[in-house]
């Protein structure tokens, strides 16, 4: 069984809700179990938020990886601000706007990898993958 | 999609049906901080069993919303967190500070009876 990827532009608190849906339910294919799946979600609707609070639109895609390990990538992209201090946007409870400072950190905490790329003025893209164990 | 609100007894009780995004959840924060006043209620019970996501802004706007009510004189207990969410809750550090919880409804109306409001 083939899984297709997920493209879901983000622009809306409403679309938060639509990746957050679309992650789950590939997640679902690929085999993982219920409390993973909700963990992936989690981590994506934090990263989708960030996307609405800060960069105001950009895209979100939802791969399958089964290259020898099954799991699965999210790759967050946005054309926004970007983030100045980046050990700072990862540090726990460090917030600039109205959330809790839980988006970046909080999404590194429920993924297996995470990387993230900033520039200043260009945008940011998050990387994140979860292995199926 | 709004939250539909009934009124039992001396208690509210929102059941949410669906996924909600940012603005539902703000407009729940925002008629049960209203209606408890209109209908003079003493305890607010919020299902959230069908949510299947609870991330760091619901924790916050549901802690938010409970401290709304009790400013206005009611208790709030949360039901029905899954037990997913629950461990995706604590992986991510979450907390909902010293709102109520219970297992379900039925609990959650046993709860609010224990309640000194």
Same mark, same amino acid.
């Given at each position: 069984?083939?899984?297709?990827?997920?493209?879901?532009?983000?622009?809306?608190?409403?679309?938060?809700? @639509?990746?957050?849906?679309?992650?789950?339910?590939?997640? #679902?294919?690929? $085999?993982?179990?219920?409390?993973? !799946?909700?963990?992936?979600?989690t981590?994506?609707s934090?990263?989708?938020?960030?996307?609405? =609070?800060?960069?105001?639109?950009?895209?979100?895609?939802?791969?399958?990886?089964?290259?020898?390990?099954?799991?699965?990538?999210?790759?967050?992209?946005?054309?926004?601000?970007?983030?100045?201090?980046?050990?700072?946007?990862? =540090? @726990?409870?460090?917030?600039?706007?109205?959330?809790?400072?839980?988006? +970046?950190?909080?999404?590194?905490?429920?993924?297996?990898?995470?990387?993230?790329?900033?520039?200043?003025?260009?945008?940011?893209?998050?990387?994140?993958?979860?292995?199926?164990? | 999609?709004?939250?539909?609100?009934?009124?039992? /007894?001396?208690?509210?009780?929102?059941?949410?049906?669906?996924?909600l995004?940012d603005?539902?959840l703000?407009? +729940?924060?925002?008629? +049960?901080? !209203?209606?408890?006043?209109?209908?003079?209620?003493?305890?607010?019970?919020?299902?959230v069993?069908?949510l299947?996501v609870m991330d760091s802004f619901a924790t916050r706007t549901l802690r938010?919303?409970?401290?709304?009510?009790?400013?206005?004189?009611?208790? #709030?207990?949360?039901?029905?967190? !899954?037990? @997913?969410v629950?461990?995706?809750m604590?992986?991510? /550090?979450l907390?909902?500070?010293?709102?109520? #919880?219970?297992?379900?409804?039925?609990?959650?109306?046993?709860?609010?009876? $224990? +309640?000194?409001?």
């Amino acid at each position: 069984m083939t899984v297709d990827t997920r493209h879901i532009p983000i622009r809306s608190d409403v679309d938060i809700v @639509e990746a957050r849906v679309a992650t789950r339910a590939l997640a #679902t294919r690929v $085999g993982f179990s219920s409390t993973d !799946q909700v963990l992936i979600a989690t981590a994506v609707s934090e990263i989708a938020r960030n996307i609405v =609070e800060y960069a105001l639109s950009g895209e979100i895609l939802v791969a399958p990886m089964d290259s020898g390990r099954k799991g699965v990538e999210i790759i967050a992209r946005d054309d926004g601000p970007g983030i100045v201090d980046l050990s700072k946007a990862l =540090e @726990e409870g460090f917030t600039t706007r109205r959330g809790l400072g839980m988006g +970046l950190p909080g999404a590194r905490r429920l993924m297996d990898e995470f990387d993230i790329t900033s520039k200043v003025g260009r945008g940011t893209v998050v990387r994140m993958r979860k292995w199926l164990s | 999609m709004r939250v539909p609100i009934l009124k039992q /007894g001396n208690y509210l009780i929102a059941s949410i049906q669906s996924a909600l995004s940012d603005e539902d959840l703000i407009q +729940l924060h925002d008629d +049960l901080a !209203q209606r408890v006043g209109k209908y003079r209620s003493k305890g607010v019970i919020v299902d959230v069993t069908v949510l299947d996501v609870m991330d760091s802004f619901a924790t916050r706007t549901l802690r938010d919303l409970a401290q709304s009510v009790r400013l206005r004189g009611a208790e #709030t207990v949360i039901v029905g967190i !899954q037990p @997913e969410v629950a461990f995706a809750m604590v992986q991510l /550090g979450l907390e909902l500070g010293n709102v109520h #919880t219970a297992l379900d409804l039925e609990e959650g109306l046993e709860l609010m009876g $224990g +309640l000194p409001v």
